[in-house]
C-alpha cells in the first residue's frame, strides 16, 4: 500500500514540476512590463489575385462586347461579385473567345455550343438555352456556386472545377484581360 501512495505522490509531482516547466515561461512573460509597443503596418491582400503565367489578349469586336456585358449582367443578377464574372469571362475568352458558337461541323468538340462551349449531352440545356448568353452565363454561375471555396480559389482552379476541360490550365492565361473587361463594365 505505500509503494501505490509514494508512487502516486510521485506523479502528482512530476504533473507539478511539468505544469511549471511549461507554464512558468508564460507566466513569467505575462509579468513582464510592456515596452514600448508601436502599432505595424499589415498588409491586407486585395480581392482579386494576380494572375497567374503569362496573359493572353485579343481585341473584341461589337458582338463580344455585348457577350461580355451580358456576363456581367447575368452575373449581377445572380447576386455574385465581379470575382465571379472574372473567372465567367476569362471561361468565356478561352473557350469561345467570347463567341457564341453555333455547331462548327467537323470543328465541333463533341456537342459544345455557346460562349461556354456547354454541352446538351453533359446536361447544360437544349442548344437553344445554350446559345443564350443569359441561359449560359447563369448554368455556369451555378456550376461555380457548388464549388466549395470558389472565390479564394485560382481562376483556372475554379473554371476547371466548373467546366471539367482537358486543358485545364489554359484558363489562367485570360485572367487579367477578364479581370479589365469587368473594372471597365461593371458599372456601365
Excluded at 448554368?139 to 472545377?161: I, P
Aim: net charge negative; glycine share 8%; aromatic share 6%.
Amino acid at each position: 500500500m505505500n509503494t501505490i501512495f509514494r508512487k502516486s505522490m510521485l506523479s502528482v509531482a512530476g504533473l507539478a514540476f511539468a505544469g511549471g516547466v511549461f507554464a512558468g515561461p508564460i507566466a513569467a512573460h505575462a509579468a513582464t512590463p510592456a515596452v514600448d509597443a508601436k502599432p505595424v503596418a499589415v498588409a491586407v491582400q486585395s480581392a482579386a489575385p494576380k494572375p497567374q503565367g503569362d496573359q493572353s489578349h485579343i481585341s473584341l469586336n461589337d458582338e463580344q462586347t455585348a457577350n461580355v456585358k451580358a456576363i456581367i449582367a447575368a452575373t449581377k443578377k445572380a447576386g455574385l461579385p465581379e470575382r465571379a464574372a472574372v473567372i465567367s469571362i476569362a471561361t468565356s475568352l478561352q473557350e469561345s473567345k467570347l463567341e457564341n458558337l453555333g455547331h462548327l461541323g467537323d470543328l465541333n468538340d463533341h456537342d459544345s455550343l455557346g460562349l461556354f462551349q456547354q454541352r446538351p449531352s453533359s446536361g447544360w440545356g437544349t442548344p437553344e438555352q445554350i446559345t443564350d448568353p443569359t441561359y449560359s452565363t447563369t448554368a455556369f454561375l451555378k456550376g461555380l456556386k457548388q464549388v466549395d471555396g470558389w472565390q479564394d480559389m485560382a481562376l483556372t482552379d475554379a473554371a476547371q472545377t466548373v467546366q471539367v476541360s482537358a486543358y485545364p490550365d489554359a484558363y489562367a492565361q485570360w485572367e487579367q484581360q477578364a479581370t479589365d473587361l469587368v473594372g471597365q463594365h461593371w458599372n456601365s
